[in-house]
Each structure stands twice: as structure tokens, then as C-alpha cells.
């Protein structure tokens, strides 16, 4: 008798829909991110509807054999990992894997698994929205934002069979709202093409004073500008290939008319140009605003890099796909890609613990292979965010009685920023003949109701052991937050990115027109950041381990500092200071750094034109 019941209970539980809480194991951290009280609840997700959801399971090294083994290889201990040897570090135990795939497949799930889930131990696990809120515990809900976008979500934590207790970490997908949005900044409006628009371009410059904010110029000038030899024979040898990831807009014709467009008035090369989509992505619409943003990366990724090779990669904008998108970028097999940029972002806070752990993933493999990765800070300075999350080394101000709960922080900084590299922002001003920078300031236009740099410290994610070096070295104390956290800044090093000396760019629509505008902000300063470091790195024979250049020289020659005193609220800086929260180590000078990375090298540098 008591056999039937039990049987009977099983049974009214799976027709219900429902499940027996003892046989599943809550994920820690698993919750939603973020409030959806701007978005408004359409209902339930039909049952028979298609759902995908992706598990992470535990990495088959320990958490100390990986650290250990990027130490190594950061050092020149040890070669570069290969792309497709990930795996053997990040990537899943076979005896995970398959109790996972019987698991999944006991509820009416099917499996699939692509190579950069391979490389970072992710099963994609799909079914009907009923079997996957079984198999996860969860209600799925739809919600239209404010701009009448649809999504899903889901209801409460994340739980798994307990079966699966010690073998999953993380299970993403279930919540696809927005989490990213981009990071440029217009300056006025764009204007439909003329060939005095061409001209001007090809010209490169507006007549004027003995100095000029660089209005009219192109990506590839302002780098020239930065100290970039383009010119060079040797410089002009090295083909790169450089990669910017994409959550939105058009990613079809519009942008091969765009860089038609900017090379033929830069009278460059057209460089080769791939698209890779992800988790079901399209070329999108043309004339979605974020169109400007791909183009932006785009075309400073390829002026500057005419003669190699630019890889697009697109994906939705939900947590899982943006973070999906970098993970197939480090860990892609099909050429070698020297370094990739992200231009979109948000809040650190708006992004689930358990993402931000992949984000640190990516870059440590990122190191790993050997890859330099940039990312925007933002353009409103340091966002207010009231309801950021407290790490759990968070304390409470002095004053407070002891157990007090310590006031939420009010400002927050940018994921992935805050895990990759991140670039902060400048304004400078170009000498008439367009070879150099004669001056640079902190980029703040707030009290013009513009943008500024982003900037902070992050909750999240510790300073890093590169950092904390420097400031050993130099004497100083690392910025806190505004509560006083004392975490990663998020800036590392900084580049221009103020809309008034921003850059000229193509914008197509599709159809061949095409209109010119200037557009800044550090969606610009980001992938600026990374062609100049990896020209840096080819030109010095490879840096090993580029951010541990980079704090290892703050305070030297290698970088340009400000011209001024710089604010952005709550946070300032000194000219003189070696480091600082706004700029990090500050603008990279591009001969000071090859000849640093070139020292005890056989690289013959003098070649290149960088000997002072």
C-alpha cells in the first residue's frame, strides 16, 4: 500500500508540473540579478514551447593546478596553450559528462555540446519549457520590456537533481533579458556622405590654430596620431587578426559598405572580414542605433589593420550569449586571433555571481593561449546603481555599531570590464600635422549633461596580484570605492575616447547610402587599446603576460599621463599620479612600450622606427 502511494505522489507530481523539493539541490548564487519591475509579465511560457538552458559543470583540473599553470605561462615558464587543448584544463571530466547527459536525458532532454562549451565544460541542454522546469525546478515566466522587447525568465533560485549535486556549478540561459548595452557616444549628428565629406577624410585634418581637437579624423590618423608607425614598411608587414564581439544591430551588408567606404577614404586595403554567429544570432537590422557601435569597432579595428583579418562575432544580448561569445573567441580553432575587444557592458552588479566566474574564466584562458582582450568601462562615469550587491568581504563604516548592516554602495562599474582588461577614457588634442598628442585630459563632459569615462572598483573581484605589485612598487595606495571595498579597478589603462575628439566613421544603411559622423566614447578607447597592444606585442617578438606589462611599468615612459588634475564623481586623480583610478596606468605610448617589451630580446627595433 505504501509503495502505491508513493507511486501515486510521483505521479501527480510530474502531471502537476511540480516537484518533490528533497530530491534537488539549490545552486548557490543561482537567483535572479537585477529588479524586474521596469518590465512588464506577459505569463507563462507555453509548456510545448522550445527551451534551451546551458549547465556548467565543475573543470576537470583543480581551481589551483589552473592558477598554477597561468602563473607559468604568464612568466615564460611555460608555452601558450592551443586553442583546442582548453579542454584539457577548463573542460569537463568524462564521468561528469555522462552522468549529465543520463540525467538530462531521464527528464526528456536532449544534449549538444559546440567546441568552446567543450573547452570551458558546458553542456547546452534542450527541451520543452515543462520538462525544463522539472529538470531545473523553476518557473519560466515571459516579460516585455520597456522598449517592447519579449524575454524569458525564470522564477526563484536554480536547483538540479541532487544527483548532480557536485558536478554542476552553474546553470545559465533560463533568465535571456538584456544585460549589455553600448558604450559610444555621438558628436552631433551624421551626415548623409558628400565628397567633401570624402576629402576631408582623405585630407585628414580641419585647417586652424597651432593645435585642434582631431574632428575629421579616422581611426587609423588618431593612431598614427598615438604614436602608431602605419607607414612603416615594417609595421605594414604584420597582419593581425583582431575580433570584436556584437549584441546587436547590423551585422550584414551595412557593414561591408562601411568599410568600403572608410578604406577607400583612407586609401587602404580592404581587410578580410568573418562573421561567426552564435546561439541562433543574425545580421540583424541596419538601422537599429547599435549599428553605429559595430561599426565603430569595426572600422578601428580594420584601418588600423588593413592587411590582416577582422572577426565579427554576434550573439543575442543575454547574459549567457555575450559571455558564450568571448568564451568561442578564446577558445577558437579556426586561425589564431591576437586580441578582441568588447565595446558593450553593464553594471557588475546586474550580472549573476556565477557569470561573473565565467567572465574571470575567460580571462584566464584568454591568458593562457596567449590572446589580449579590452573592454569598455562605460560612458556615464561611475553608474548609480543603489542596489548593488555586497561582496562577502564587505564591512561596515567606521562609526557604525558592530553588526550593523553597511549602507549599499551607490556607485558600480562594467562587467566584462571589470574581468578583462578594462579601458578607460581621455580627451586629447592633436598637433596640426597629426604625429602626435600635445595634450590629455580625464574624459568628463557630465556637467555638459555628455558622458564621462567609466570608472570604480569592483565588488566582485579582487585586486589582482599584478596590481598589487605596483602599487609595492610605486609607494601607493590603490583607490577603494566609495564604501570602501577594496577590489579590482576596473580601469587598467586608458585611451581617447571623448566624443569631441572622437572619431570619423562610415555608417551604411544597407542599401549604399552611407552618411559620416563622429562618434567616441570607450567603445572607442577599447578597441584603439587593443590594436595598439597587439601591435606592441608583435613588434617586441609576443609579451607573454600583457597585463603584467602593463602594471609593471605604470609610473615609467611607457605611458603618457594626463596634461591635468582630473574628476569624475566621486572619484579623482592627479596629473602626477603613477596610477589612478580614472586613467589606470595611464595612455600606452607605443615606441616607449616596444622598446620596454624589446629589452634583452633579439628584435631589431631600430628597424621600425622606434628608436628615440
Request: net charge positive; charged share 25%; proline share 4%.
Amino acid at each position: 500500500m505504501k509503495e502505491k502511494i508513493k507511486k501515486f505522489k510521483a505521479w501527480a507530481t510530474r502531471l502537476s508540473g511540480g516537484s518533490d523539493r528533497a530530491a534537488y539541490h539549490l545552486l548557490p548564487d543561482s537567483k535572479q540579478s537585477g529588479s524586474l519591475r521596469s518590465h512588464k509579465r506577459v505569463g507563462r511560457i507555453d509548456p510545448e514551447a522550445k527551451v534551451t538552458a546551458a549547465v556548467i559543470l565543475r573543470s576537470r583540473k583543480e581551481e589551483s593546478d589552473i592558477a598554477l599553470m597561468a602563473k607559468l605561462i604568464r612568466a615564460g615558464i611555460k608555452p601558450f596553450l592551443q586553442a583546442r587543448h582548453l579542454h584539457k584544463w577548463f573542460g569537463a571530466r568524462s564521468e561528469d559528462l555522462a552522468l549529465v547527459k543520463r540525467t538530462v536525458k531521464e527528464h526528456g532532454c536532449d544534449v549538444k555540446q559546440s567546441d568552446s562549451d567543450r573547452a570551458f565544460g558546458i553542456l547546452r541542454v534542450a527541451g520543452t519549457a515543462r520538462a525544463i522546469e522539472r529538470l531545473f525546478n523553476v518557473t519560466l515566466t515571459n516579460y516585455r520590456s520597456a522598449d517592447g522587447e519579449v524575454f524569458r525568465t525564470h522564477s526563484g533560485a536554480v536547483s538540479v537533481p541532487k544527483v548532480l549535486k557536485d558536478v554542476v556549478v552553474h546553470v545559465a540561459r533560463l533568465d535571456k533579458r538584456p544585460v549589455a548595452r553600448t558604450n559610444f557616444k555621438q558628436y552631433g549628428e551624421m551626415r548623409p556622405l558628400t565628397a567633401k565629406n570624402i576629402v576631408s577624410s582623405l585630407i585628414g585634418m580641419h585647417k586652424g590654430g597651432k593645435t585642434k581637437a582631431p574632428k575629421g579624423l579616422d581611426p587609423r590618423q588618431i593612431a598614427i596620431a598615438r604614436g602608431l608607425k602605419l607607414d612603416s614598411k615594417d609595421v605594414q608587414k604584420i597582419k593581425l587578426t583582431l575580433a570584436f564581439i556584437s549584441l546587436g544591430g547590423g551585422n550584414g551588408v551595412c557593414l561591408d559598405q562601411s568599410l568600403e567606404a572608410a578604406c577607400h577614404a583612407a586609401g587602404v586595403h580592404v581587410p578580410t572580414l568573418i562573421r561567426e554567429f552564435i546561439a541562433g544570432a543574425n545580421e540583424g537590422d541596419a538601422n537599429d542605433p547599435a549599428t553605429v557601435e559595430n561599426v565603430l569597432d569595426l572600422l578601428t579595428q580594420a584601418l588600423c589593420n588593413p592587411n590582416g583579418t577582422i572577426i565579427d562575432f554576434v550573439a543575442p544580448n543575454d547574459d549567457d550569449s555575450f559571455v558564450t561569445a568571448a568564451e568561442t573567441i578564446v577558445a577558437y580553432t579556426k586561425r589564431k586571433i591576437d586580441g578582441f575587444s568588447i565595446s558593450w557592458g553593464g553594471p557588475e552588479s546586474s550580472f549573476p555571481e556565477a557569470s561573473i566566474a565565467r567572465w574571470k574564466r575567460v580571462a584566464q584562458a584568454r591568458d593562457m593561449v596567449g590572446m589580449i582582450g579590452t573592454a569598455a568601462t562605460g560612458d556615464n562615469g561611475a553608474p548609480d546603481v543603489p542596489n548593488v550587491k555586497k561582496s562577502k568581504n564587505a564591512h561596515a563604516k567606521k562609526g557604525k555599531k558592530q553588526g550593523a548592516a553597511p549602507a549599499l554602495p551607490k556607485y558600480n562599474c562594467d562587467c566584462p570590464a571589470v574581468a578583462l582588461t578594462g579601458v578607460g577614457g581621455t580627451q586629447i588634442t592633436v598637433s596640426t600635422d597629426g604625429k602626435a598628442v600635445t595634450r590629455t585630459v580625464t574624459w568628463n563632459d557630465l556637467g555638459k549633461g555628455g558622458g564621462a569615462t567609466g570608472c570604480g572598483v569592483s565588488r566582485l573581484i579582487g585586486r589582482r596580484a599584478a596590481e598589487l605589485a605596483m602599487a609595492t612598487r610605486l609607494g601607493i595606495k590603490l583607490p577603494l570605492s566609495d564604501d570602501g571595498e577594496d577590489g579590482h579597478n576596473v580601469v587598467v589603462v586608458a585611451d581617447d575616447a571623448a566624443p569631441a575628439s572622437g572619431a570619423k566613421i562610415f555608417v551604411s544603411d544597407g542599401n549604399g547610402k552611407i552618411k559620416v559622423g563622429i562618434v567616441g566614447g570607450t567603445s572607442f578607447a577599447a578597441p584603439l587599446t587593443v590594436v595598439l597592444l597587439a601591435y606592441v606585442s608583435a613588434l617586441s617578438g609576443g609579451i607573454p603576460d600583457m597585463e603584467g606589462f602593463l602594471y609593471s611599468h605604470a609610473g615609467s615612459d611607457v605611458f603618457d599621463h594626463l596634461s591635468a588634475d582630473g574628476t569624475v564623481p566621486p572619484y579623482s586623480q592627479k596629473a602626477k599620479d603613477p596610477f589612478g583610478v580614472l586613467t589606470g596606468c595611464g595612455m600606452i605610448n607605443v615606441g616607449n612600450a616596444v622598446m620596454a617589451a624589446s629589452a634583452g630580446k633579439h628584435v631589431r627595433v631600430h628597424q621600425l622606427g622606434y628608436i628615440h
